[in-house]
């Protein structure tokens, strides 16, 4: 079973750039049957999908429309962890963060399967 | 975008009951659904993948159903620990994107 633990700062100021990282035990970041995913929680938009990043051959990214112009998802192959950055973030940005990976249960990639502790980040100053 | 609508918002059941829930898609998803389990300050917990396939170590009392746009998760006796919020989710592959519903709680009463 994947295990993924989650760091990064808990609090961060508007305007900045909000930084978290999910480290994996399990399997590994370049694998070609799983993808990574981070997803957000608060109150005033319930469980949000931010975005993922996998491996076929090459790299690729995909990300929420809501967060697209505004997101990085990288894959660190050394570490074998991914990370998020969120840049500009406001006070609507604060929320409990979650990584999660998928493919490994579900063969077709449709279900978030193991998810990282979780990490509240207030965005204020 | 697939908005997922779930329902009741609160459920009150005692243990030993019973419980049935709801997840209704605005278009069809096929059997790409997913339930999750949650509990205060913990992450979701996947229970049921692709509609109706429980995920690994999850209780054979809990069991999903549905295809197209009408799912149930059904739990069918209600066990101290299964007090928690339940959400559906949704996978398209264009844009490539998973939605949740909005959470059903299963309170004791």
């Known amino acids: 079973q994947v295990q993924l633990q989650q760091s990064g700062p808990g609090l961060v100021k508007p305007s900045q750039t909000l930084s978290l990282t999910c480290a994996i035990s399990g399997d590994s970041v370049s694998t070609n049957s799983a993808t990574w995913n981070w997803i957000r929680q608060s109150p005033s938009r319930g469980l949000e999908w931010l975005g993922r990043?996998?491996?076929?051959?090459?790299?690729?990214?995909d990300y929420a429309v809501s967060v697209n112009s505004r997101i990085t998802i990288t894959p660190d192959t050394s570490k074998n962890q991914f990370s998020l950055q969120l840049n500009s973030v406001t006070p609507e940005d604060t929320a409990v963060y979650y990584c999660?990976?998928?493919?490994?249960?579900?063969?077709?990639?449709?279900?978030?399967?193991?998810w990282g502790q979780g990490t509240l980040v207030t965005v204020s100053s | 975008e697939i908005v997922l609508t779930q329902s009741p918002a609160t459920l009150s059941l005692s243990p030993g009951e019973r419980a049935t829930l709801s997840c209704r898609a605005s278009q069809s998803v096929n059997s790409y659904l997913a339930w999750y389990q949650q509990k205060p300050g913990q992450a979701p917990r996947l229970l049921i993948y692709d509609a109706s396939n429980r995920a690994t170590g999850i209780p054979a009392r809990f069991s999903g159903s549905g295809s197209g746009t009408d799912f149930t998760l059904t739990i069918s006796s209600l066990e101290p620990e299964d007090f928690a919020v339940y959400y559906c989710q949704q996978r398209t592959n264009w844009p490539p994107m998973f939605t949740f519903g909005q959470g059903t709680k299963l309170e004791i009463k």
């Open positions: 999660a990976s998928s493919g490994k249960i579900a063969a077709a990639g449709t279900a978030l399967e193991d």
């Open positions: 990043t996998y491996y076929r051959s090459k790299w690729y990214n």
